[in-house]
């Protein structure tokens, strides 16, 4: 068997013993039951006035059906024009409510037989996106996909559909109706069986939530809103979180933990009511919700490391119900080291563990509400001229096929070769806002390895800024960009996703890092950050124009060694580009782009992949691996 043969069979026997060993650990999340999911059918209201009876405790007494409102066909070799209802067989359906009268087609009633997501527009908003709508239909047909299951609707302002919007604002609110109300019934078998609620709703621009009548949420809304009240963008908690999302899209927020005692056993109801913004927007309404069960407190979350340091790591979780918490840390003999408490009780937690000694291998245990996770092990960081192992991989976002396994063969890696630390390079996720894309698409699949090796991210542009990213990670400094030792190496973090031009608050923060850094002397400086200044995919190149500008000058300037990054979906080395080696490892579950090395990337290979990398004295090392185990390429720099 040659080296290579053999590094695949090593790497087979220790990922088999992994997957036994994580098994139990993974099967300790707890997955709820759904009430109500995306996509569902709802009853509508659409009016210049909010329905009687709001917010309608037992839903409403009648509704007529709005697929009469659309034809059943159309006359042969006829084109709809851009203000035309879609058939009632469409599911990606349109339906303009000018009655011709200055009203709606809607007013004074409920409707149901559509289904969500709704999106309202204008007449002058949609005869501008028509043509891209009809433009995606007829890509979905030729391409034989799915069509869109989703409903239009389309409102009269106070002027003629072919013109241009004017821009409108609180002073001059866009005409037309407000707000939308929706309502929706639902069955509970037992409603004494359910111990917590969560309440997902995907919205443009405020919203209110009700069940059973009880108000239950509030978002981006006064919480005494009524019909006529505009929706707006709350301020973030830090100018780095984009708190809006693109124009098109629809916000979405979670409520987690909910106290149940609003059900009852049978017949329930949800309704709903969207504000859209003075505004307007194009949509300047979307809504669409999901409603999900517990029956008992479990691990939502199941518990995963970050933040590792000299004498501590942070702990973090997610449980069904809000619970309080703590941490248990013992040594290898078994012996109590100590135990945190979590500061607050709620669904999330968050426990920095402190007072450890450097380089020492621990186990924790989380228990919360009832719940005990299973112990595992963990390292704190090296002393910080030590030498160490790293592991490095990103852009897993969608691609669960592949993170999954990927993720298992990087806990044997760790295990067999003394990794004891992940960085991911961004793009973690698809959508940042998006909760469900966070629990199955990453915290899952990642679970066997952030439980036992402690992760070090940076946000990609899919992440989007969004407040999720920074409530999951414990990061130093302001958690969009920030630096940590370990062993011998600095390490930086930037966020390319944010100003970093030279008058930008995070270039003079790395400017002044990196300088801190060379004045001390230390051995390794490496930079991990999304976007590459030189690109490996055909489509991307030469690359990131801005990273180019900025921050290449920077890292040559102050002797950077690696600069570590994802985006293109692939592995990547560059030549040595006057001192510097650019590394790209953007294979970890994404649909993979094509490539051509060039110039400056030297090294340009079309598969998924992860690095590990062993950083000493000398010099600094890695193998990139294959998601079958195979050796892309190993590789050194020395100092």
């Known amino acids: 068997m040659n080296d290579s043969g053999a590094y695949v069979a090593r790497i087979l026997c220790i990922l088999f013993g992994v997957l036994l060993t994580t098994q139990v650990h993974a099967a ?22 909010a329905p009687p009876g709001w917010p309608l405790a037992n839903g409403p007494s009648s509704a007529d059906n709005a697929l009469a409102f659309l034809p059943e066909t159309r006359p042969e070799g006829t084109d709809p024009k851009p203000l035309s209802p879609t058939l009632q067989s469409d599911t990606d359906r349109v339906l303009p409510l ?49 069509p869109y299951v989703r409903t239009n ?56 939530v009700y069940i059973n009548g009880k108000k239950v949420a509030t978002d981006r809304v006064s919480t005494d809103a009524t019909y006529g009240s505009y929706g707006y963008t709350p301020k973030a908690k830090a100018r780095w979180i984009r708190n809006s999302i693109r124009g098109s899209d629809g916000w979405e927020n979670q409520w987690l933990g909910m106290d149940p005692s609003m059900l009852k056993t049978g017949t329930n109801v949800i309704t709903a009511v969207v504000y859209k913004s003075a505004s307007g927007g194009s949509p300047g309404m979307y809504f669409d919700a999901q409603l999900r069960a517990f029956t008992h407190t479990g691990f939502v979350k199941t518990p995963y490391l970050n933040r590792v340091t000299k004498d501590g790591v942070t702990v973090s979780w997610e449980t069904t119900t809000k619970t309080s918490g703590k941490v248990i840390i013992k040594d290898t003999a078994g012996n109590l080291i100590g135990e945190t408490r979590s500061g607050a009780t709620g669904v999330f937690h968050e426990v920095q563990i402190r007072g450890l000694s450097t380089n020492s291998e621990y186990t924790y245990q989380v228990v919360s509400g009832g719940l005990k996770s299973s112990p595992l092990s963990f390292m704190t960081a090296p002393a910080d001229n030590a030498e160490f192992g790293f592991l490095l991989y990103g852009d897993s976002r969608y691609g669960v096929r592949v993170h999954k396994p990927l993720a298992e ?13 992940v960085v991911h390079t961004g793009d973690i996720v698809s959508k940042g806002h998006e909760w469900d894309l966070w629990q199955e698409r990453f915290f899952k699949p990642a679970s066997p390895l952030i439980s036992r090796v402690p992760i070090y991210p940076v946000p990609g542009n899919h992440e989007l800024n969004a407040e999720l990213y920074y409530d999951y990670f414990d990061l130093p400094h302001n958690e969009a960009w920030y630096h940590f030792r370990y062993g011998l190496g600095d390490f930086y973090a930037v966020n390319t996703n944010v100003g970093f031009g030279p008058n930008s608050s995070q270039y003079k923060w790395l400017e002044a890092e990196l300088a801190k850094s060379v004045a001390a002397g230390e051995t390794w400086r490496i930079v991990f950050m999304h976007h590459p200044p030189f690109a490996c995919a055909d489509s991307r190149k030469p690359g990131n124009k801005n990273a180019t500008k900025y921050l290449v000058p920077l890292f040559e300037k102050y002797n950077v060694h690696l600069v570590l990054l994802g985006h293109d979906h692939l592995y990547g080395r560059s030549a040595n580009i006057n001192g ?60």
């Open 409 to 421: 063969m990087m806990v044997a890696d760790a295990d067999k070769y003394g990794a004891n630390l």
């Open 28 to 49: 300790t999340v707890t997955e709820p039951k759904t009430l109500v999911g995306f996509g569902a059918k709802w009853y509508f209201w659409i009016d210049e006035q």
């Open 580 to 639: 510097v080696h650019y590394i790209i490892s953007g294979g970890g579950g994404s649909y993979l782009y094509k490539c051509t090395p060039d110039e400056k990337m030297v090294v340009c290979d079309r598969r998924y992949n992860y690095v590990r990398f062993k950083v000493g004295n000398e010099e600094i090392r890695w193998w990139a691996i294959d998601k079958d185990g195979a050796l892309i390429e190993e590789y050194a720099i020395g100092y």
């Open 153 to 208: 609707l389309v409102y009269p302002t106070d002027l003629p559909a072919t013109d241009r919007a004017p821009k409108y604002g609180s002073g001059s609110p866009e005409p037309g109706p407000a707000a939308m109300y929706f309502a929706k019934r639902f069955q509970v078998k037992d409603a004494n069986s359910i111990k917590a609620l969560r309440l997902q709703t995907r919205f443009k621009k405020g919203v209110q």
């Open 98 to 146: 000018n009655n011709g009268r200055g009203g709606l087609v809607t007013q004074g009633s409920w409707w149901n037989g559509f289904s969500a997501p709704f999106y309202a527009r204008s007449e002058q908003r949609w005869s501008k996106y028509q043509p891209s709508w009809s433009k995606d239909k007829r890509r979905n047909a030729r391409k034989k996909r799915r």
